[in-house]
Protein backbone atom coordinates (compact mmCIF):
# COMPACT_ATOMS: atom_id res chain seq x y z
CA UNK A 1 0.00 0.00 0.00
CA UNK A 2 0.84 3.65 -0.20
CA UNK A 3 3.82 4.98 2.45
CA UNK A 4 2.41 8.18 2.39
CA UNK A 5 -1.06 9.90 3.28
CA UNK A 6 -2.22 13.29 2.08
CA UNK A 7 -5.04 15.59 2.81
CA UNK A 8 -7.08 16.80 1.79
CA UNK A 9 -8.39 14.96 -0.94
CA UNK A 10 -10.03 17.73 -2.58
CA UNK A 11 -10.15 21.61 -1.51
CA UNK A 12 -12.22 23.88 -3.44
CA UNK A 13 -10.91 28.00 -2.81
CA UNK A 14 -12.23 31.18 -3.84
CA UNK A 15 -9.14 32.79 -5.94
CA UNK A 16 -6.90 34.72 -3.47
CA UNK A 17 -7.03 32.09 -0.42
CA UNK A 18 -4.40 30.09 0.70
CA UNK A 19 -3.99 26.37 0.26
CA UNK A 20 -2.12 23.76 1.98
CA UNK A 21 -1.98 20.16 1.55
CA UNK A 22 -0.29 18.23 3.67
CA UNK A 23 1.83 14.23 3.22
CA UNK A 24 2.25 12.40 6.07
CA UNK A 25 4.06 9.22 6.94
CA UNK A 26 4.04 6.80 10.02
CA UNK A 27 7.74 6.24 9.26
CA UNK A 28 10.71 8.43 8.24
CA UNK A 29 10.86 9.72 4.70
CA UNK A 30 14.17 9.65 3.41
CA UNK A 31 12.96 12.48 0.87
CA UNK A 32 9.77 14.09 -0.54
CA UNK A 33 8.81 15.18 -4.09
CA UNK A 34 6.00 17.67 -4.99
CA UNK A 35 4.49 17.09 -8.51
CA UNK A 36 1.63 18.91 -9.96
CA UNK A 37 -0.82 17.24 -12.45
CA UNK A 38 -3.25 19.87 -14.35
CA UNK A 39 -6.54 18.58 -15.42
CA UNK A 40 -6.05 16.05 -18.27
CA UNK A 41 -2.46 17.14 -18.25
CA UNK A 42 0.42 15.14 -16.89
CA UNK A 43 2.43 15.01 -13.14
CA UNK A 44 5.54 17.78 -12.94
CA UNK A 45 8.00 17.60 -10.64
CA UNK A 46 7.50 21.02 -8.63
CA UNK A 47 10.44 20.44 -5.75
CA UNK A 48 12.62 17.83 -3.47
CA UNK A 49 12.78 17.96 0.57
CA UNK A 50 15.69 16.23 1.51
CA UNK A 51 16.34 17.79 4.68
CA UNK A 52 15.13 18.33 8.22
CA UNK A 53 13.11 21.21 8.51
CA UNK A 54 13.86 22.42 4.89
CA UNK A 55 12.46 25.07 3.68
CA UNK A 56 11.94 26.11 -0.11
CA UNK A 57 9.55 28.37 -1.58
CA UNK A 58 8.74 28.85 -5.17
CA UNK A 59 7.44 32.40 -6.02
CA UNK A 60 3.84 31.79 -4.00
CA UNK A 61 4.94 28.05 -3.35
CA UNK A 62 6.06 27.14 -0.02
CA UNK A 63 7.43 23.63 0.82
CA UNK A 64 8.42 22.55 4.41
CA UNK A 65 10.15 18.98 5.20
CA UNK A 66 9.03 18.40 8.99
CA UNK A 67 11.96 18.39 11.67
CA UNK A 68 11.22 14.75 12.35
CA UNK A 69 11.20 13.68 8.53
CA UNK A 70 7.45 12.33 8.69
CA UNK A 71 5.52 14.86 7.14
CA UNK A 72 5.94 17.86 4.33
CA UNK A 73 3.52 20.26 3.34
CA UNK A 74 2.89 22.65 0.07
CA UNK A 75 2.18 26.25 1.01
CA UNK A 76 0.49 28.58 -1.57
CA UNK A 77 -0.64 32.05 -0.78
CA UNK A 78 -3.10 34.14 -2.81
CA UNK A 79 -4.59 30.98 -5.04
CA UNK A 80 -4.82 31.61 -8.84
CA UNK A 81 -6.92 30.00 -11.64
CA UNK A 82 -3.48 28.78 -12.66
CA UNK A 83 -2.72 26.77 -9.52
CA UNK A 84 -5.80 24.12 -10.27
CA UNK A 85 -5.12 20.58 -10.26
CA UNK A 86 -3.28 17.59 -8.19
CA UNK A 87 -0.76 17.78 -5.99
CA UNK A 88 1.05 14.66 -5.13
CA UNK A 89 3.90 14.26 -2.73
CA UNK A 90 6.19 11.07 -3.33
CA UNK A 91 8.86 9.79 -1.81
CA UNK A 92 11.58 7.58 -3.69
CA UNK A 93 12.41 4.07 -1.60
CA UNK A 94 14.63 1.63 -2.10
CA UNK A 95 15.07 3.09 -6.35
CA UNK A 96 11.05 2.57 -6.35
CA UNK A 97 8.92 5.56 -6.12
CA UNK A 98 5.45 5.88 -4.22
CA UNK A 99 2.86 8.37 -4.65
CA UNK A 100 0.16 9.48 -2.44
CA UNK A 101 -3.06 9.55 -3.75
CA UNK A 102 -3.47 13.63 -4.09
CA UNK A 103 -4.94 16.81 -2.92
CA UNK A 104 -7.24 18.26 -5.84
CA UNK A 105 -7.29 21.36 -5.88
CA UNK A 106 -10.02 24.01 -7.48
CA UNK A 107 -9.88 27.70 -7.82
CA UNK A 108 -13.19 30.01 -8.16
CA UNK A 109 -12.48 32.90 -10.03
CA UNK B 1 7.13 16.56 -21.64
CA UNK B 2 7.85 16.16 -25.33
CA UNK B 3 11.09 14.28 -24.49
CA UNK B 4 8.84 11.42 -23.20
CA UNK B 5 6.42 10.04 -25.64
CA UNK B 6 3.59 7.19 -25.53
CA UNK B 7 1.48 5.23 -28.14
CA UNK B 8 -1.12 5.00 -28.22
CA UNK B 9 -2.96 8.23 -26.49
CA UNK B 10 -6.21 6.27 -26.10
CA UNK B 11 -7.12 2.64 -26.61
CA UNK B 12 -10.36 0.91 -26.41
CA UNK B 13 -10.06 -3.20 -26.01
CA UNK B 14 -12.62 -6.02 -24.83
CA UNK B 15 -11.67 -8.24 -22.31
CA UNK B 16 -9.05 -10.75 -22.87
CA UNK B 17 -7.38 -9.41 -25.82
CA UNK B 18 -3.88 -8.81 -25.78
CA UNK B 19 -2.68 -4.86 -25.57
CA UNK B 20 0.94 -2.98 -25.40
CA UNK B 21 1.41 0.48 -24.68
CA UNK B 22 4.20 2.07 -26.10
CA UNK B 23 6.75 4.78 -24.47
CA UNK B 24 9.76 6.33 -26.26
CA UNK B 25 12.18 8.87 -24.76
CA UNK B 26 14.97 11.25 -26.38
CA UNK B 27 16.25 12.41 -22.94
CA UNK B 28 19.05 9.80 -22.21
CA UNK B 29 17.90 8.56 -19.24
CA UNK B 30 18.95 5.22 -17.76
CA UNK B 31 15.91 4.32 -16.01
CA UNK B 32 12.28 3.85 -17.05
CA UNK B 33 9.13 3.38 -15.39
CA UNK B 34 5.62 2.31 -15.96
CA UNK B 35 2.72 3.66 -13.51
CA UNK B 36 -0.97 3.34 -13.38
CA UNK B 37 -3.06 6.12 -12.37
CA UNK B 38 -6.82 5.59 -10.90
CA UNK B 39 -9.16 8.55 -9.36
CA UNK B 40 -8.57 8.93 -5.78
CA UNK B 41 -5.42 6.35 -5.46
CA UNK B 42 -3.18 8.72 -7.32
CA UNK B 43 0.00 7.35 -8.62
CA UNK B 44 0.84 3.55 -8.39
CA UNK B 45 4.43 1.97 -9.87
CA UNK B 46 3.56 -1.15 -12.34
CA UNK B 47 7.05 -2.09 -13.44
CA UNK B 48 10.28 -0.32 -13.91
CA UNK B 49 13.72 -0.73 -15.41
CA UNK B 50 17.28 0.72 -15.00
CA UNK B 51 18.91 -0.52 -17.97
CA UNK B 52 18.61 -2.42 -21.23
CA UNK B 53 16.59 -5.63 -20.04
CA UNK B 54 16.50 -4.90 -16.30
CA UNK B 55 13.43 -5.37 -15.37
CA UNK B 56 12.10 -4.95 -11.31
CA UNK B 57 8.43 -5.27 -10.08
CA UNK B 58 6.57 -2.38 -8.99
CA UNK B 59 3.87 -2.43 -6.49
CA UNK B 60 0.97 -3.72 -8.61
CA UNK B 61 3.22 -6.43 -11.38
CA UNK B 62 0.30 -8.60 -11.30
CA UNK B 63 -1.79 -8.91 -15.04
CA UNK B 64 1.19 -6.44 -16.72
CA UNK B 65 4.60 -7.67 -18.24
CA UNK B 66 7.61 -5.14 -19.62
CA UNK B 67 10.08 -5.13 -22.38
CA UNK B 68 13.42 -2.80 -22.28
CA UNK B 69 14.85 -4.09 -25.04
CA UNK B 70 16.62 -0.09 -26.09
CA UNK B 71 17.61 1.99 -23.74
CA UNK B 72 14.91 4.97 -25.48
CA UNK B 73 12.11 2.60 -24.79
CA UNK B 74 10.17 0.55 -22.60
CA UNK B 75 6.87 -1.16 -23.62
CA UNK B 76 4.10 -2.43 -21.33
CA UNK B 77 2.12 -5.53 -22.31
CA UNK B 78 -1.18 -6.48 -20.87
CA UNK B 79 -1.23 -10.23 -21.69
CA UNK B 80 -4.86 -10.55 -21.09
CA UNK B 81 -6.96 -7.57 -20.88
CA UNK B 82 -9.34 -7.18 -17.47
CA UNK B 83 -12.14 -4.55 -17.17
CA UNK B 84 -9.97 -3.52 -14.16
CA UNK B 85 -6.83 -2.44 -16.13
CA UNK B 86 -9.50 0.40 -17.28
CA UNK B 87 -7.25 2.77 -15.92
CA UNK B 88 -4.68 6.38 -17.41
CA UNK B 89 -1.48 4.59 -17.77
CA UNK B 90 2.04 7.25 -17.40
CA UNK B 91 5.40 6.59 -18.33
CA UNK B 92 8.63 7.98 -16.99
CA UNK B 93 11.96 8.62 -17.35
CA UNK B 94 14.66 9.40 -14.67
CA UNK B 95 18.53 9.74 -14.27
CA UNK B 96 20.40 7.27 -12.63
CA UNK B 97 20.43 8.15 -8.81
CA UNK B 98 18.00 7.78 -6.11
CA UNK B 99 15.80 10.22 -5.72
CA UNK B 100 15.84 12.49 -8.97
CA UNK B 101 13.06 13.65 -10.36
CA UNK B 102 10.70 12.11 -12.61
CA UNK B 103 9.55 13.20 -15.91
CA UNK B 104 6.31 12.19 -17.91
CA UNK B 105 5.02 11.01 -20.86
CA UNK B 106 1.28 12.66 -21.58
CA UNK B 107 -0.35 9.40 -20.44
CA UNK B 108 -2.30 6.65 -22.71
CA UNK B 109 -6.30 6.31 -21.69
CA UNK B 110 -7.09 2.45 -22.19
CA UNK B 111 -10.53 1.57 -21.23
CA UNK B 112 -11.50 -2.72 -21.47
CA UNK B 113 -14.85 -3.41 -21.71
Known amino acids: GQQVMQIPQYQHVQEGEDFTTYCNSS?????IQWYKQRPGGHPVFLIQ?????EVKKQKRLTFQFGEAKKNSSLHITATQTTDVGTYFC?????????FGAGTRLTVKP | DADVTQTPRNRITKTGKRIMLECSQT?????MYWYRQDPGLGLRLIYY???????NKGEISDGYSVSRQAQAKFSLSLESAIPNQTALYFC????????????FGPGTRLTVL
Open chain 2, 49 to 55: SFDVKDI
Open chain 2, 92 to 103: ATSRTGMGNEQF
Open chain 1, 49 to 53: LVKSG
Open chain 1, 90 to 98: AEAINNDMR
Open chain 1, 27 to 31: TTLSN
Open chain 2, 27 to 31: KGHDR
